[in-house]
């Protein structure tokens, strides 16, 4: 990194945390439509946190009202402790990282960078601009204009633009949205580093939910206005809360099914006849009907009609629920499809007694089967997690964001 400091601007007491983010009650409602309904966010100083939910959940708006471009119909933003809600947009210390990146095109990438530094008549604007271009490795490419640049190196002049002014918070709204595939996952990575180097606090929109896994130390997962669960990426992924959750942050198996008991700290259930069990502290509902969740990965298939024996719990010390029980499901199925992506297949069964159900296998040697086939199904009880019984089993499914 280059001599000159870019961490965030420390605050009268000179420290630079404490600086968090929080949105109490914040709601925008648009004549007759409510974009954003009663958001309740904390998000820590020097944290990179993740809004990530589908088209129109109210992701841009929500950004909107941080950087001040749009008043709250109800509700405070406040940073560091201080109420910015009726602050104006230049005042807070809050820069914004569009998705069109809004580059002044008649000046060179230097003089965009150091646009804000030069207007607020900072000293030396020219070498922290420099920094600021140094540190998204562009350096060298000062006295272009932003035509003539790619648009990932484009992009990285608008991330240098926005950091060189020191913000508290930076809000970035889908900036990697224009970039094709490759580049954009090695933006993720390189905009991750930046952010880390910094120490400055992130607020990344995306309805791209690899992306907010990939960065985010926090993912908020957004639906109609709402959160519906935050958490850690690999928290949210392996114990999602709500149907939505479970499909929109990758693919899940939602099988309906009813309470019969609870034994050694599992819920035993039976869906369409067959015994299944989660554990009681995965599972949100404890009685009557609810829906029980697995991920493809998360289930062994194995050929032939032949169901296999219970494998003991994968934990060494965990009580079993009980005999022939154990921890493990085992399911018979007929394949109905495979689906070939390289490294895996996906597969689509029909389980007896429960309906479709999706597999991903590893390619490891030769195809564990095809369509027409009989298999076996079965999981470690304890990766399985339980919702409510009302909830839509296909909320969020298929829903790409865009
Ligand atoms: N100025 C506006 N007037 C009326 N409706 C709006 C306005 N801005 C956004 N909306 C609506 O609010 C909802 C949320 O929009 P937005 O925050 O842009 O969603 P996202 O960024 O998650 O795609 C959408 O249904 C959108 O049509
Ligand atoms: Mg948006």
């Known amino acids: 990194m280059a001599a000159i400091d870019l961490r965030p601007e420390p605050d009268s007491r000179g420290e630079t945390s404490g600086q968090d983010l929080v949105l109490s009650r914040l709601s925008k409602r648009f004549t007759d439509f409510t974009a954003v309904d009663g958001l309740d966010l904390v998000i820590p100083s020097g944290s990179f946190f993740a809004l990530l939910g589908p088209s129109g959940c109210g992701k841009t708006t929500t950004l909107r009202m941080i950087a001040g471009l749009e008043q709250p119909t109800s509700g405070t933003i406040s940073i560091g402790g201080r109420d910015i809600t009726g602050t104006t947009p230049h005042r807070r210390p809050v820069n914004t990282v569009f998705q069109n990146y809004a580059l002044f095109p008649h000046m060179s990438v230097l003089d965009n960078v150091g646009f804000g530094l030069k207007r607020r008549k900072v000293r030396d604007a020219d070498a922290q601009a420099k920094a600021a271009l140094e540190l998204v490795e562009l350096g060298h490419l000062g006295n272009r204009r932003p035509a003539q640049l790619s648009g990932g190196q484009q992009q990285r002049v608008a991330l240098a633009r926005a950091v060189v002014n020191r913000p508290a918070v930076l809000l970035l709204d889908e900036p990697l949205g224009a970039l094709d595939m490759k580049l954009r996952r090695q933006m993720q990575t390189e905009l991750k580093k930046i952010q880390t180097e910094v120490g400055l606090t992130f607020v990344h929109v995306t309805h791209d939910q690899e992306e907010a896994m990939t ?82 990965e998360k289930l062994r298939m194995l050929p032939g009609a032949a169901v296999p024996p219970p494998v003991p719990p994968a934990a060494p010390g965990r009580l079993p629920a009980g005999g022939a029980e154990g921890t493990e499901a085992a399911l018979r199925a007929v394949v109905l499809d495979a689906s070939f992506s390289g490294a895996s297949t996906e597969y689509l069964v029909e389980v007896e007694g429960i309906g479709t159900m999706g597999v991903f296998s590893q390619n490891r040697g030769a195809a564990l089967a095809a369509p ?28 790409d964001g865009l």
Not at 219 to 233: H, L
Not at 372 to 380: K, N
Not at 394 to 399: M, Q, R, S, T, V
């Open 372 to 399: 027409g086939d009989r298999v076996s199904l079965s999981w470690d009880a304890d990766h399985a997690f339980g919702l409510r019984g009302d909830e839509d089993r296909l909320a969020g499914a298929g829903e």
């Open 215 to 296: 960065m985010a130390d926090t993912v908020a997962v957004m639906n109609n206005g709402r959160v519906e669960q935050m958490g850690a990426p690999q928290e949210l992924y392996e114990l999602p809360r709500t149907a939505f959750v479970a499909n929109f942050l990758g693919k899940s198996n939602l099988m309906q099914a009813d309470v019969t008991g609870e034994s050694g700290g599992y819920l035993q259930l039976n869906a369409g006849g067959q015994h299944l069990q989660v554990r009681l502290d995965r599972a949100t509902d404890h009685a009557g009907r609810v829906l029980i969740g697995i991920r493809p």
